[in-house]
């Protein structure tokens, strides 16, 4: 007996990767054949999601309770105007007052997590439910996928990672100032130390891990073997990106707990317990 091919549904359109027509996407009647809780995962993603722009949204406008000498708010760094509690960064311009300085720099976080490859997935299917789920209808007719406004602005992402790396020296030139105690004295290690230096680690391993990372370092090489240096850095980071998705959720809270930590110190909820 010779076995026959499922038959495909829907009309087909040119550009086939052999030259022939390529099929649409698979038509299924019903919204779904799983039996699994397949909606757990984009809940979960959108729970998560808006809980943290909640809150950093409500930080970045409070405009106060940023600053724990020697600790600042990864929200609020680099602080760049004068209004800025602390001399963590130079002031570089007075701006008015009515304007959280968080909001200055609010842009390059935002639009590299949002431009972000594995970020886009997770909303897209969470937010947007484009698609929902393997084997899960979606309720859009058309997909244009990211070659039209707005989505065409998702090509701006290794721009946003160059700017990233700018703030992850920053914010590790943060955690090295938190080895001061309330004086300026050095030799102070609280754990606020530790979580500043762990969020600066994070966000790190978040630029390393990233798709944008992988290609600037080994892309368009056609011999690896006449660029031994970049393959080392090349392997290293493939390794990180097989990781990305783990890392990006880890440095996200890691970043929204750094926050509060500093917000709880700043508004006299805990202390700060010093190691040395």
Known sequence: ???TAPRRTGAVTPGGGNGSAAPRRAAIAARTLRTDRWWLEPLLTVAALVAFVAWSTFRAFQNDHYFAEPYISPFYSPCLTTACEGDTFPELFTGPAWI??????????????????????????SFWLSPPACAVTEPHRRYTGETRLPLLAQNVHRYFFYL?????????????????????????????????????????????????CRHIVGGRL???SRHPLRYRFWTAVSRLNARHMQIAWVSL???AFADLYIFLLATGTITDPRFF
């Open 1 to 3: 007996m010779t076995a």
């Open 100 to 125: 959280s300085p968080a909001i200055y720099i609010l842009i390059v976080p935002l639009g590299f997590r949002l431009t972000c490859y594995y970020y886009r997935k997770a909303y897209y299917r």
């Open 164 to 212: 990233g790396l700018v703030f992850n020296v920053v914010l590790t030139y943060d955690a090295i100032l938190a080895f001061r105690d309330e004086t300026g004295a050095w030799g102070h290690m609280g754990l606020g130390t530790v979580v500043l230096l762990a969020n600066a680690a994070l966000l790190w391993l978040y630029s390393l891990s990233c798709h944008s």
């Open 222 to 224: 056609n011999s690896f």
């Open 253 to 255: 809270f890691g970043v």
